[in-house]
Antibody
Framework: QVQLQESGPGLVKPSETLSLTCAVS?????????WGWIRQPPGKGLEWIAS???????FYNPSLKSRVTTSVDTSKNHFSLKVNSVTAADTAVYYC?????????????WGQGTLVTVSS | SYELTQPPSVSVSPGQTARITCSGD??????AYWYQQKPGQAPILVMY???ERPSGIPERFSGSSSGTKVTLTISGVQAEDEADYHC???????????FGGGTKLTVL
């Protein structure tokens, strides 16, 4: 059973960089899947951020692309997200998740989520 | 930018049928997926490829599609089905992933 677990600071100052890591267990990250991030501002809907293949190929939400960097560490079986120049609008629960190829393009499973608050 | 539209809320009594819709121009070309999210929890997949039910999801959940609209139907709604439901799909190119705004299902 594949499990995902997010980790990282729960509080980030405005204009700084948000950094999160997602540990993958029960599966190798070197597989035919995309590893990605989705966020949910308090009381709002879900927003896809980016999805990354183990090779490093990534596709991004165009609205966030200029501030987002993702990476995959196959030796540690985890992947990471960085969002720079954060503002209060980046306050959200951040979920890591897995997505298959075009024929398996759903998100499953999901991590439990981690709340990141942007505040001074 | 591409958008999926869901009603903000749907209310039904226990035992009735709930229908939650999701509309988008690319839905005739792209599959839709549905997630159930209960308060304080991560979403879980309840429907994939418009109408396929993952293992472990009750048979009362079903999906359908017609043109630019997909529908998640919950027959014989139970109190435990009260949750937010989110649809997900992609634009016509398949590279821009989008979620609907979510629908809060209330079981009266």
């Amino acid at each position: 059973q594949v499990q995902l677990q997010e980790s990282g600071p729960g509080l980030v100052k405005p204009s700084e960089t948000l950094s999160l890591t997602c540990a993958v267990s029960g599966s190798s990250i070197i597989g035919d899947y995309y590893w990605g991030w989705i966020r949910q501002p308090p009381g709002k809907g879900l927003e896809w951020i980016a999805s990354t293949y183990h090779s490093g190929y990534t596709f991004y939400n165009p609205s966030l692309k200029s501030r987002v960097t993702t990476s995959v560490d196959t030796s540690k079986n985890h992947f990471s997200l960085k969002v720079n120049s954060v503002t209060a609008a980046d306050t959200a629960v951040y979920y890591c998740t897995r997505r298959g190829d075009d024929q398996r393009a759903w998100f499953d499973p999901w991590g439990q989520g981690t709340l990141v608050t942007v505040s001074s | 930018s591409y958008e999926l539209t869901q009603p903000p809320s749907v209310s039904v009594s226990p035992g009735q049928t709930a229908r939650i819709t999701c509309s988008g121009d690319a839905l005739p070309k792209q599959y839709a997926y549905w997630y159930q999210q209960k308060p304080g929890q991560a979403p879980i997949l309840v429907m994939y490829k418009d109408r396929e039910r993952p293992s472990g999801i009750p048979e009362r959940f079903s999906g359908s599609s017609s043109g630019t609209k997909v529908t998640l139907t919950i027959s014989g709604v139970q109190a435990e089905d009260e949750a937010d439901y989110h649809c997900h799909s992609a634009d016509s190119t398949g590279t821009y992933i989008v979620f609907g705004g979510g629908t809060k299902l209330t079981v009266l």
